[in-house]
């Protein structure tokens, strides 16, 4: 073989220096650098400028740079308010999720209660069903005059009755503590199955009562488990958009979400300072709820212990409770559904009032709804940034495991997940903000959702692929290599097929995800560039609520659609 | 074959690999034997170019693979490994796992030779009527007969296995053993096999290399190392064997030891001073006559027997002498009874002399003097 000099050989070959990942301690090859360059810089560029962008917008005072935007806001008189209404429901609904998932968590994983599909139906439903539907489907049956059950309730009981109202702080709690109490149920129920049952035993044997041994063991080791729970939904709860704008503006319970969005919306001259200023201030909130939870958890190894072996654990009997058990799993799949399919009968009514169920049931609504200006172009463009979103998503996701694992490009990881911290509706304004400085035009056009959507969505696919790639055993790529095959062909024969299933639960999940997005499409969409979660919005500000229910219909048969896909690919959509 | 020259190979701080040499003649079988975490992967993986080694130079076949200035490839190298978790690609059949290399590989051929050489391979080693199963449908056997053959079909000039037999039950172990010698000759191939097992090297090696903590204590043929083990880690790897320390008397023959006065044939020249006698199980003779005055003979002690095993051609007798434990080996017949006093004697043949190297002074500490309870 001919004699060449080190930096063409090492560049023709990044080599592997330790069994699992490739340590570069020395002699860096070039191909690694060349990954790891070009990953570090896409992702800056996807995630640090809409970030750049809020902070310096929201310093900005004409051509100065000030801090008023941030005094004003302290000065007002809605902001000890909005911040107060902003805590209590974030609070609230993870109180909520938290506690109902829990209970469908210790009925299903240690309980011998009956209709333990109930679970999975709530959590299918959660999955399929976008939230913005859902919310709507609660306005349709608890709005305070036109609800349908506050409508039988006057109807039957006369003027003086009791009414519910769902555009309340108390209902906002409710429907967003239902959203994300499948996924506390299923965050939790894989440490409650894996509690060693020993670990309880051996305090019963010791004498200790039930109960105790239930306070100082059981609760004490699940404790870790709960927390970090409890700390996701709390952030989601902050970060939420669809409960606090479909239920909190008509109720007039203003959070920060919201009054970012609404502020843009209702203003003459939109105030982008103040919107950024907003937007600024719950990301350093976050971050320092995170920074927190990484404080206080920096021990969490301790507990690790308590994830025991196979040992299943013998359900504790309910006797007659094991109805009960059953009857409120199924109750909470119930509700979890009840929205979407009063929305659907709805789509069939010819009013919003169900006096007329009686009457007749009539495909009108759905004959208005293809007539509908702009209806079609707004599906069209749906579908076409869910798949490109979703592809992209999955390569770029692909190439970043693949980089961490061939070159230990670890860093890496935190940068693509920082956008898990932005608010929807603070992403969009970032990118919104951004978008109007670029030289390129990318307001009005579908591209800025596909940016926006690839920097929220693609931690996401990462959370597909870098496990799957993890179970890969190195060796089966290594006994390739041994025998002379390229990494081209490593790739596409050995490692896709391998990790197909995996690439596709995330295609779908991030498609299902994006084609439904509202928060982040709330200030990027045009007339032109409506994409259908943002359609239905408008749909909902000035339109009838029947074709909107066709609508919602629709977008829900999509969602289920695709959900199917998805659980028959082994369920692994459920990942938050 | 394959030279490997000062080997040096580090994991941050800790040196897996430290100044190991060694040469392949072509067409042998050359075994790494050491125990668990001594670096014998991380060798093989270094020959293979799956490691890139911290310095050194190996060249297989004559051209360098491996300098400080130079690397090639583990696809350009004129390899192929077994490893030991047999690494069947699990979404193809048989035939296709088989047909990887040819197909993608550095030797590629064309469609129908392909189907014809796969075929043939599979025939031999026995796997010709489930090539169209799913690879995950086989047997631990039948794997590590597949990844044999996917191999060979590479047409190494070096082939590298890491512990190929470790998976399988004991009696599998053992035959498909035989196989693999069989293979290795018929098909002409080098070999380096990686293992812990001493008497699967012993079974198949032409060479063997020991190794302790990355370094090579010894190499050589399974004979000359269970004969002449040139240190005592060697010699208590390799085989039973019973070392007390001595010193060497000036008259170059003798060894003075706790136990009395050693002789030997072997040659001693090469020691001074402090020495270790090494003797093996089946070189020790047992008398049950008491003692006579003769105990003052060299080669020859008293003992208690502690424990008598029956292990059907012969009883293995474990024998405490003064703080010593050491085992015998002894014909069936003897009558001996736990606690019984013996009479005991190596003959000059049967001793060796090791250098008492300070490395492994830690475990002649008294309280476990006798290095032959492996
Ligand atoms: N990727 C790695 N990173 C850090 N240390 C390593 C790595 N691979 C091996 N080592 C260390 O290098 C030493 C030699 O390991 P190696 O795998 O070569 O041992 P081995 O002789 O094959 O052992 P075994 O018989 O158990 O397979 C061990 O101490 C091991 O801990
Ligand atoms: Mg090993």
């Known amino acids: 073989m001919i004699e060449k000099d080190e930096a063409t050989l090492r560049a023709e070959q990044p080599v592997a220096q330790s069994r699992w990942t490739l340590v570069l301690s020395q002699g860096v090859p070039w191909a690694a650098w060349g990954w790891r360059a070009g990953l570090y810089l896409l992702f800056a560029l996807l995630v640090l400028p809409p970030m750049a962008f809020v902070v310096w917008t929201s310093l900005k005072q004409g051509q100065a740079f000030s801090l008023a935007a941030y005094r004003d806001i302290f ?59 859902r919310v709507i489907g609660w306005i349709l049956l608890l709005a305070p005059k036109t609800g349908v059950v506050n409508l039988a309730l006057s109807h039957w009981l006369g003027p003086g009755a009791p009414s519910v109202n769902v555009e309340s702080m108390g209902g906002m709690i409710l429907v967003e503590g239902l959203f994300w109490a499948p996924m506390a149920f299923l965050l939790l129920s894989g440490p409650i199955r894996h509690l060693d049952q020993g670990l309880e035993e051996a305090a019963i044997t010791a004498g200790a009562a039930r109960w105790r041994v239930h306070l100082l063991i059981t609760w004490r080791l699940l404790a870790p488990s709960i927390l970090s729970v409890m700390v996701l939904t709390f952030i989601r709860a902050i970060q939420g958009f669809e409960v606090p704008l479909f239920l909190g503006v008509p109720g007039n319970v203003p959070v920060i979400a919201s009054s970012i969005y609404i502020g843009l919306q209702e203003a003459f001259v939109p105030d982008y300072a103040t919107a950024s200023a907003y937007g600024v201030l719950m990301l350093a909130f976050l971050f320092l709820v995170l920074g927190l939870y990484a404080y206080v958890t920096r021990h969490a190894s301790r507990y690790q212990t308590v994830v025991g072996k196979g040992f299943r654990y013998q359900p504790t009997s309910l006797g007659r409770g094991r109805w009960i058990g059953g009857a409120v799993l ?46 079609v172009q707004s599906l069209v463009n749906s579908l076409i940034i869910g798949l490109l979103t979703a592809t992209a998503a999955v390569l770029l996701a692909l190439a970043v495991s693949w980089a961490m694992r061939w070159y230990g490009v670890h860093g890496l990881s935190s940068l693509v997940n920082l956008p898990l911290v932005f608010p929807g509706v603070v992403m969009s304004l970032a990118m919104l903000v951004m978008a109007l400085r670029l030289p390129i035009s990318l307001y009005g056009t579908i591209w800025i959702f596909v940016v926006a959507y690839l920097a929220t969505f693609t931690p996401y696919a990462l959370r597909y692929t870098q496990p799957a790639l993890l179970q890969i055993h190195p060796e089966l790529e290594e006994v390739a290599r041994t025998g002379g095959v390229g990494q081209g062909v490593i790739l596409t024969r050995l490692l896709l097929p391998l990790l197909r299933r995996a690439l596709m639960g995330a295609w779908i999940f991030i498609f299902l995800i994006s084609i439904r997005e509202l928060a982040v499409a709330s200030l990027l969409y045009t007339a032109h560039t409506q994409v259908i979660a943002t359609q239905l919005l408008d749909m909902w500000v000035n339109g009838n609520l029947n074709v909107l229910s066709a609508f919602g219909t629709v977008i829900t048969a999509l969602g289920v659609g695709v959900g199917l896909l998805m659980w028959r690919l082994g369920g692994r959509g459920v990942q938050v | 074959m394959l030279q490997v020259d000062r080997l040096v190979k580090r994991f941050g701080t800790v040196g897996a690999v430290n100044d190991v040499s060694f040469e392949v003649p072509e067409g042998s079988f050359f075994t790494l034997l050491g125990p668990s975490g001594c670096g014998k992967t991380t060798i093989l993986r270094c ?11 190996i060249a297989i076949a004559g051209e360098e693979v491996f300098s400080p200035s130079r690397f090639v490839p583990p696809e350009r190298r004129p390899i192929a490994m077994v490893f030991q978790s047999y690494a069947i690609w699990p979404h193809m059949t048989v035939f296709e796992n088989a047909a990887f290399p040819l197909r993608y590989g550095r030797n590629r051929c064309h469609p129908k030779e392909l189907r014809r050489r796969v075929e043939s391979m599979l025939e031999r080693v026995g796997l010709a009527e489930m090539s169209h199963r799913w690879a995950t449908q086989l047997s631990g056997g039948q794997q590590q007969r597949l990844a044999l053959a996917r191999a060979l079909l590479c047409e190494p000039k070096l082939l590298l296995l890491d512990e190929p037999l470790s998976n399988l039950d004991a009696k599998l172990r053992a035959s498909l053993r035989n196989e693999l010698k069989t293979f290795q000759r018929a098909f002409g191939v080098t070999a380096i096999y990686v293992t812990h097992d001493q008497s699967e090297a012993l079974a198949l090696s032409d060479h063997i290399a020991v190794l302790d903590r990355g370094r090579i204590q010894q190499i050589g043929t399974p004979r000359e190392l269970y004969r002449h083990p040139a240190n005592a880690f060697v010699a208590h790897f390799i085989g039973d064997a019973t070392l007390i320390p001595g010193e060497l008397q000036s008259d170059g023959k003798g060894i003075m030891t706790p136990l009395g006065r050693f002789e030997t044939l072997g040659p001693t020249q090469a020691h001074a001073g402090s020495v270790l006698v090494c003797f093996r199980p089946e070189s020790v ?70 250098p008492s190297e300070t490395d492994y002074s830690e475990e002649a500490t008294p309280s476990q003097r006798v290095l032959n309870s492996r």
């Open chain 2, 47 to 57: 020959i293979a170019g799956l490691e890139r080694p911290e310095g050194g130079r």
């Open chain 2, 285 to 354: 003779r047992v008398s049950t006559q008491p003692p006579t005055q003769d105990i003052a003979l060299p080669n020859t002690f008293s003992g208690i027997a502690r424990s008598v095993d029956f292990l059907g051609d012969h009883l293995e007798v474990a024998v405490e002498a003064q703080s010593w434990r050491l085992k015998a080996h002894v014909p069936n017949s003897l009558p001996i009874q736990e606690g019984q006093e013996l009479t005991l004697m190596v003959p000059q043949e049967g001793v060796i002399v090791v």
């Open chain 1, 330 to 375: 199924w109750a909470i799949a119930v509700v979890q559904l009840l929205p979407a399919l009063y929305m659907i009968l709805a789509s069939f009514l010819k009013t919003a009032s169900i006096a007329q169920v009686g009457d007749s049931l009539t495909w009108a609504n759905y004959q208005a709804l293809l007539q509908f200006p702009g209806i």
């Open chain 1, 75 to 133: 000065q007002s008189s809605e902001w000890p308010k909005l911040w107060q209404n902003t805590l209590v429901f974030a609070l609230g609904s993870t109180a909520v999720a938290a506690g109902l998932g829990l209970l469908m968590a210790w009925l299903v994983e240690r309980t011998d209660s009956l209709g333990r599909s109930g679970a999975y139906a709530a959590v299918f439903a959660g999955v399929a069903i976008p939230g913005m539907i």
